[in-house]
């Protein structure tokens, strides 16, 4: 059974005047907020409010790298030269660098969004350039990657420091990756079932997939969707099911606050 894991949600994806999420609430509860850095969502100021929010709650960020696909909210594949991905990951872990120490954080870890974090799951080539960008930008970044997949190996060949991560609220399939949002099922909406769930990883390593197969999923931290209207019930729920259990939620890096003076 696991005794610590670490609760994290995709923030900052709100731009200008389009709302998404309720990152204020969900900041009281994650111990980690992947921010996002303008390519699939996000806005300068409403990044920065992000920002400060997460400074207030002491909660550790992150860069939620992307496609350039605003319109598609980074969940559309996209074939991309490497060094033309490489410079994209770089912009954006540096972008996301420079409003943090406008309000005294410091970015601690890289998770990539959507499409993006899918492809390089099993991709070598896009893996590639993500790890590239992130050891260019700074080796001791650590790098969020799905469960079980075969980028985790590679990054860690490459020197990264690597954290598995599981989703709360979606489906898999019973090889551990997850089932494509374009099917019935994909997406979970019930807490009390998704803590359930998430319960079940911690004590037994794994949860059931849309097969109904126990599947093992070894994980240190995870991920509960802002951009879902059922995100802060979902995260309360998670926390207070696995906290009632005797797990505690715990950023798995600092939050590396600038010292005063």
Known sequence: MINTIDLNSDLGESFGQWTMGNDNAVLEIVSSANIACGFHAGSPDGILRTLKAAKL????????????????FGRRNMDIASDELTADVIY????????????????TYVKPHGALYNTIAHDKCQALAVIEAILAVDPQ???V???GSPLITLAKEKGLHVIAEAFADRAYHADGT??????EGAVLHDPKRVAQRMLQLVQEGGIESIEGIFTAIEADSICVHGDSPDAVNLAKNVKETLINHGVEIKAFAPALLKSEG
């Not at 709650?57 to 598609?72: F, M, Q, R, T």
């Not at 420079?98 to 970015?107: D, F, P, R």
């Not at 997850?178 to 099917?183: A, D, E, G, T, W």
């Open 145 to 147: 990657a799905l469960a």
């Open 178 to 183: 997850l089932v494509s949002r374009k099917k």
């Open 57 to 72: 709650h002491n909660v550790s960020i992150g860069a939620h790298v992307a496609y350039p696909d605003l319109v598609g």
């Open 92 to 107: 954006q872990i540096g972008a996301l660098q420079g409003l943090a120490k406008a309000v005294g954080l410091s970015v």
């Open 141 to 143: 970044l650590v790098l």
